[in-house]
């Protein structure tokens, strides 16, 4: 059954004022998962559910093919405390619709599953299509899409929907977070004492600063090292044992995690330890099918330097969405209607052009 394009873009608008309004924030999200589920049999669409990962196959699913994932998440962040307005009352003023996760990810979701719901009963397609609206994505939990990939079909490529102006996100950098323990001899602050960790700090973060890695992408340009927290002491006449740092790293796609450890461990001059290296940097071949499908419709390319679920992927994968990152975790955070409605027919056009 064909469905007007209209009626469908109707239908996911209410969808989002309905999650807006339902609270869903990371690991509390069984409310907005069943509103999913919901939706989607209300098309007559069988869906599946892991913990409050919802996902979905196209009709004509057939194995011997290649499969596209289409993924945005539900959950969201709490609300900051330069809200002016109710975070859960979803409204629309101005052409605006407001409402804690409007922009983040929530027109992306929509807009997503509109475009499965669209596909959905088409046959000879070259890709088969897997829908998942997935949960934990902003604690990057483990009831996350982490634990629902093992069980989906192996993807071979996936479009993560998050606010991108509806342009491509050809690539993202990957993150490593580093504690760092800069070392020094404790003692009263009235003697003497060469061993200062709190001096010894002072050549480490410079070291920091000036330090660079070789490969430059041209997506994502340099790795960027960021020292962002830094501690010791705890009382004015006790010149303390260490210094605490911890350092940011945003990795480009020159460079796995590993790799990027490996080098900062053996180079920096204090101890480092890696609280991860899973949020690998991710990108898609600028020549695939999918990125010229988009291009032949106008769209920009570019290179990310926000996380997001992209980094728990193998395959070769795009950010791409309506909204606009900049307003994501934003106080008084809103979508515009207009880009909903351009974010369902740009992503059914790409789609158009990838799949037939």
């Known amino acids: 059954?064909?469905?007007?394009?209209?009626?469908?873009?109707?239908?996911?608008?209410?969808?989002?004022?309905?999650?807006?309004?339902?609270?869903?924030?990371?690991?509390?999200?069984?409310?907005?998962?069943?509103?999913?589920?919901?939706?989607l049999n209300d098309f007559s669409i069988p869906s599946?559910?892991?913990?409050?990962?919802?996902?979905?196959?196209?009709?004509?699913?057939?194995?011997?093919?290649?499969?596209?994932?289409?993924?945005?998440?539900?959950?969201?962040?709490?609300?900051?405390?330069?809200?002016?307005?109710?975070?859960?009352?979803?409204?629309?003023?101005?052409?605006?619709?407001?409402?804690?996760?409007s922009n983040d990810a929530g027109g992306c979701l929509v807009s997503l599953l509109a475009t499965f719901v669209h596909f959905f009963e088409q046959e000879r397609l070259n890709h088969n299509i897997v829908m998942a609206a997935t949960a934990e994505e902003e604690n990057a939990g483990e009831k996350s899409i982490r634990a629902l990939l093992p069980i989906l079909p192996a993807i071979d490529v996936a479009i993560v929907g998050e606010p991108t102006l509806m342009d491509l996100a050809i690539a993202e950098k990957g993150l490593v977070v580093f504690d760092a323990v800069v070392e020094g001899t404790p003692s009263h602050a009235a003697h003497p004492n060469g061993n200062n960790a709190i001096y010894n700090a002072i050549d480490v973060l410079q070291w920091f600063k000036e330090f660079s890695f070789d490969k430059v992408s041209d997506a994502l340009g340099e790795v960027k090292i960021t020292v962002t927290q830094i501690n010791a002491g705890n009382q004015h006449n006790v010149v303390p044992a260490q210094v605490d740092l911890v350092v940011d790293v945003r990795v480009n796609d020159c460079y796995s995690n590993q790799e990027i450890a490996d080098t900062l461990?053996?180079?920096?001059?204090?101890?480092?330890?890696?609280?991860?290296?899973?949020?690998?940097?991710?990108?898609?071949?600028?020549?695939?099918?999918?990125?010229?499908?988009?291009?032949?419709?106008?769209?920009?390319?570019?290179?990310?330097?926000?996380?997001?679920?992209?980094?728990?992927?193998?395959?070769?994968?795009?950010?791409?969405?309506?909204?606009?990152?900049?307003?994501?975790?934003?106080?008084?955070?809103?979508i515009y209607i207009k880009e909903i409605e351009e974010g369902i027919d740009l992503y059914i056009k790409i789609l158009n052009g990838f799949l037939q």
């Open 265 to 334: 461990q053996k180079e920096a001059p204090c101890k480092l330890t890696p609280r991860s290296l899973r949020l690998n940097s991710s990108s898609i071949d600028p020549n695939h099918n999918l990125v010229k499908s988009g291009i032949a419709l106008g769209r920009k390319t570019y290179g990310s330097p926000t996380l997001s679920d992209q980094a728990a992927l193998s395959c070769q994968s795009v950010k791409l969405g309506p909204g606009d990152s900049t307003r994501s975790h934003s106080a008084d955070e809103f």
């Open 48 to 101: 599946k559910r892991q913990y409050n990962n919802v996902y979905a196959f196209n009709e004509h699913f057939d194995a011997r093919k290649p499969t596209l994932l289409l993924n945005s998440h539900h959950d969201t962040v709490k609300p900051n405390s330069a809200y002016t307005k109710n975070p859960f009352n979803a409204h629309i003023q101005d052409g605006k619709l407001f409402g804690l996760g």
């Open 1 to 39: 059954m064909k469905i007007n394009q209209n009626i469908l873009t109707e239908k996911a608008i209410d969808l989002l004022k309905e999650l807006i309004s339902t609270s869903s924030f990371s690991g509390e999200e069984h409310q907005t998962a069943d509103i999913i589920q919901a939706f």
